[in-house]
């Protein structure tokens, strides 16, 4: 384990909510902390892991870190589990169990909701599954509140016998803020218990619980009535007042600083009676919460009138300028345009593949080629669906490419019958939820080609580790999987299996081409590491010649972004065709010397440089 | 100083906004001020666009900046500063590196880069410093410290001493490299000197 010092107690810290999060479980003595990598929620295990005196790891799903926080917390220790909104869903059928056996040492679920969505498949109000499973939700609202909840939601989780979820929004992950730290505190596990009725959750066993956990709840509902967490904030402009959570409080507060407000930070179950009080001082109610209308409807439903989603946005952050125009609605007035300079257009940015990316030549090879439906999955290989590639045809939630591949092609019809059908998936993502997507399409015998791209890394998240990479959170070597003896193991023929370089194009054309015609589960593993990790190493960059050059602009199709067009022009051809022409150069300080782009040029006008100062990716460009 | 300073750093992924800002966060911190940053960046790594709130006062309470409420605004890249430009307050200031970044979108011609970023942003009405700062960067002899030549371009604009700053950036980089300090507080000193004679208008 690596044990970089933590940082001195009482000292004023400048923290992410993430950090302070890591923070405060090391704080409360935990002894066990999993996770998935998600964003936003990656890095709390990330500095966790740099904490001593706790077991920390990366899990290979969240399903999987939740139950080996459970299996501590069975043991009498305090223990945590961090994931990203989607993980809760695949983590949500060990939770419906946990909420009826409950816990023993303190157990924290951090779950990080992309609000805005800045980096998901989807928009989720993660405390949806707090009254789905009947549990205690803490919503801090900046870095200071992400540490004090999260001591707070160990010392709930013990007193009360439950799982505690601590909402984050991306909004606290990321933002940083000045954090007053403690101590760690000692905590000896209490030991295990046996007790059948309680662990072992058989029908018999199951039933007689289920009434616990509507006590439970009811207790923490009379706690909710009266914790520090939930308070009040008078103000002297009564017309509205607000109930909020979570860093919408920051904003009400900063674009209404005389109005009352009612802060939950044990937003769940909601102390419904305070806030009834609460709302018989103003003239009326404002509910801002991110993203749900969930509050707002359960004051409703408790005869509590309130505003909420008819004044706000029904979907992102609500951030002041939001709040702004959905109180002067509320209040009828008119909003006049601010005085500012408005947005200029200006091309898009969107994000695209690192310099040397091991899967450019991947999708560059799928772009060549026709009559394919190719399903795709979660991580840097969906930005091959972006340009130049438009390589995707799908891309659902982790692991689904599997399972989609397979349903386009039993699912077809007579217009898709020549169709070859492809599924691309990351080493990560296979091992989180594609192993048995696979197991599906050789059992029904799927006529799929897997591209199984293991870079050794999740990259998408920064390139943490992976059982496909042999390294552990810790960066210590372990077991590393065979991806080719898995697959054939999952009943992928031996022969079906190639593994190969993704940065030999003929030969990986070669590969798919005669994969997709034979009718039966074939998989092509590509193995060359992320070119973010360590272990990656740059060889020695190219330049263009440019008396070379025809300007065909093959090698602009792969995607490399340190490939740049300086001139465009037009030719006609003999044929009378009209063609247009991309003069290109090569950053030669962000080129890594991977040799994608030497490959499609037909007059070798892509030679080697000399050798330059080793830059990093996407530094900056010289006019 | 009652009110809260807003500073918007903006650029392209890679470039290092992230670590400018936060060496202007731990300055302000340095002071005693109560801070907030956030990044406000859709999947900022791998090139795309990336936009660093910094906020700083007695006390702060939303992390974001608002449309019309920069105080600064401290552009990386040209086109991202015009992208941006709108954040800026009437009276703010933008320093841009005229520097280029060119994504692939530009490149396979589906998007044109503006010809004239900052001259764009001048006619919006907006008081804007540009620079080549990465050129400035090459010439000492790193593209990398593209960084501190930024924030020395920064730093008489704030509402605390440059030194203070100065002293911000060198702490980070002496702490990781001691060699790396006289090259940096020689960049710093570049950037301050390609804008210098100006001040922010209250
Ligand atoms: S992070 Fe790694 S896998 Fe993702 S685009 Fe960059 S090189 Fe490719
Ligand atoms: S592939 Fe070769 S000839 Fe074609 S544009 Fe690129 S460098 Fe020029």
């Not at chain 1, 909701?113 to 609202?141: C, I, K, T």
């Not at chain 1, 990790?533 to 065909?552: A, N, Q, S």
């Not at chain 2, 409420?69 to 500063?81: C, K, N, R, T, V």
Request: charged content about 20%; glycine content about 10%; proline content about 7%.
């Amino acid at each position: 384990m690596s044990a970089s010092q933590p940082v001195p107690a009482a000292a004023r810290l400048f923290l992410s909510g993430n950090e302070a999060v890591a923070r405060a479980v090391w704080e409360a003595g935990t002894r066990v902390a999993a996770a998935y990598p998600g964003t936003p929620s990656t890095e709390i295990l990330e500095v966790l892991a740099k904490y001593p005196d706790l077991y920390t790891e990366w899990s290979v799903n969240e399903k999987v870190a939740l139950e080996v926080a459970l299996g501590a917390s069975m043991v009498g220790a305090r223990a945590f589990c961090a994931m990203k909104h989607v993980g809760l869903n695949v983590a949500s059928d060990a939770l419906m169990t946990m909420t009826v056996t409950g816990t023993e040492g303190g157990l924290v679920i951090a779950v990080a909701d992309d609000v805005g969505m800045s980096s998901s498949q989807n928009e989720q109000d993660s405390r949806y599954w707090g009254r789905f499973a009947h549990l205690p939700v803490l919503e801090p609202a900046d870095s200071q509140e992400a540490y004090a909840m999260t001591r707070a939601a160990f010392a709930l989780s013990e007193r009360f016998r439950t799982p505690v979820i601590l909402r984050l929004t991306t909004r606290i992950c990321h933002v940083k803020g000045v954090v007053v730290a403690g101590e760690r505190e000692a905590v000896e596990p209490g030991g295990f218990t046996k007790d059948p009725r309680r662990w072992v959750m058989v029908p018999g066993n199951a039933k007689p619980r289920l009434p616990l956990m509507f006590e439970r709840e009811a207790a923490v509902r009379a706690e909710a009535e009266n914790s520090p967490l939930n308070f009040r904030v008078d103000g002297s402009d009564r017309r509205i007042g607000f109930v909020t959570s979570g860093p919408a409080f920051m904003h009400v507060r900063e674009a209404f600083p005389d109005a009352p407000v009612f802060k939950l930070g044990l937003s769940c179950p909601p102390p419904i009676e305070s806030l009834r009080e609460f709302a018989a001082t103003v003239d009326s109610l404002l509910v801002v919460e991110e993203t749900e209308p969930l509050l707002e409807t359960e004051l409703k439903a408790a005869g509590i009138a309130c505003h909420g989603k008819d004044v706000l946005p029904r979907t992102g952050e609500l951030a002041p300028d939001a709040l702004h125009l959905g109180v002067a609605r509320l209040r009828g007035e008119v909003v006049a345009e601010p005085e500012h300079v408005v947005p200029q257009q200006v091309f898009p940015r969107p994000p695209t593949m690192c310099v040397a990316c091991p899967h450019l030549g991947v999708y560059y090879t799928l772009s060549q080629m026709r009559n394919v439906m190719i399903a795709g999955d979660i991580g840097c290989y969906t930005l091959g669906a972006g340009h130049p590639w438009n390589a995707l045809d799908s891309c659902i939630s982790m692991g689904a490419s599997m399972g989609t591949a397979l349903g386009m092609d039993k699912g077809r019809g007579k217009v898709d019958a020549n169709k070859k059908v492809v599924a691309v998936i990351g080493d990560s993502t296979f091992m989180h939820m594609g192993m048995q997507g696979l197991l599906d399409i050789t059992w029904n015998r799927g006529n799929v080609t897997v591209l199984l791209l293991d870079n050794r890394a999740v990259g998408m998240t920064g390139g943490q580790d992976n059982p496909g990479s042999g390294r552990d959170l810790h960066g210590e070597e372990t077991t590393r999987v065979d991806f080719a003896k898995l697959c054939e193991a999952l009943g992928v023929k031996k022969e079906r299996i190639r593994v190969l370089d993704p940065y030999q194009l003929p030969v990986l054309f070669k590969a798919l081409r005669e994969e997709t015609k034979i009718e039966e589960p074939s998989v092509i593993i590509t193995d060359r590491p992320c070119v973010l990790i360590d272990h990656y190493v740059p060889t020695k960059p190219y330049l263009v010649k440019e008396d070379r050059c025809t300007g065909c602009g093959n090698c602009v199709d792969v995607g490399c972004p340190a490939i740049h067009v300086i001139r465009r022009d037009k030719e006609v051809k003999a044929s009378g065709k009209e063609v247009d022409l991309s003069f290109v150069r090569i950053d030669t300080s962000a080129c890594t010397g991977c040799g994608l782009c030497v490959q499609p040029c037909a007059p070798e006008a892509i030679i080697h440089a000399e050798p330059v100062q080793p830059l990093q990716p996407m530094q900056f460009v010289r006019k | 100083m009652s009110k809260v300073t807003n500073i918007l750093v903006c650029g392209v992924g890679g470039q290092g906004v992230m670590t400018a800002t936060e060496i202007l966060a731990e300055a302000a911190i340095s002071l005693g001020f109560d801070v907030k940053k956030t990044e406000v960046a859709g999947m900022s790594q791998r090139g795309g666009v990336v936009t660093s709130h910094l906020r700083f006062g007695p006390e702060v309470l939303s992390p974001q900046i608002l449309p019309g409420e920069a105080d600064m605004l401290i552009g990386f890249e040209s086109a991202e500063a015009l992208r941006w430009g709108h954040m800026l307050r009437p009276g703010g200031v933008a320093l841009v590196n005229s520097g280029r970044i060119v994504p692939p979108v530009v490149n396979i011609g589906l998007f044109d880069y503006p010809e004239q970023p900052v001259a764009q942003m001048c006619e919006l009405g907006l008081r804007v410093h540009d620079f080549d700062a990465t050129a400035l960067a090459v010439q000492l002899g790193n593209i990398r410290l593209g960084n501190t030549v930024m924030l020395g371009a920064s730093s008489d604009w704030l509402p605390f001493p440059a030194e203070v700053l100065r002293d911000a950036v060198l702490a980070r980089f002496g702490s990781r490299k001691p060699k790396l300090v006289d090259v940096n507080r020689e960049a710093f000193e570049a950037g301050r000197r390609a804008v210098a004679g100006e001040t922010l208008a209250a």
